[in-house]
């Protein structure tokens, strides 16, 4: 009989002693989860976008952006262009050669119409939308 009861005791003990490791390894993986979650909800970047200027053309002719925007022209033709408001200084690149660039980052609604200064005829259009 006094065996019996030993024996239930240290039963006893082991059990807690399992359930108090296992729930404390659980305590202590529920921070890991929510960093990682937290992690996983941070807004992502805008995107940055790119706009070719090839056979004497913006591609895409038509951009719509929203604010933070980073767009980056790119001369892929081989003669020389300007990306240039229409209005404004808002896009004012100097001449880009062949394979050179010119970014702006948009920062306030609003369309902006430009153009190449070199060929008024080659046009194209920002949109930019909060
Ligand atoms: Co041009």
Known sequence: MKTTIIILIVLAVVAFGAYFIFSNNNSYQAPKNTIQTAAELQPSAVSDIAVSIKGFAFSP??????????????????????????????????????????????????????????????????????
């Open 61 to 130: 002719l038509n951009l719509s952006v929203k604010v933070g925007t980073k767009v980056t022209w790119t001369n892929n033709d081989s003669a020389p262009h300007t990306v240039t408001s229409d209005s404004g200084t808002l896009l004012n690149s100097p001449t880009l050669s062949p394979g050179q660039s010119y970014s702006v980052t948009f920062t306030t609604p609003g369309t902006v119409n430009y153009h190449c200064t070199i060929h008024p005829m080659m046009r194209g259009t920002v949109t930019v939308t909060n």
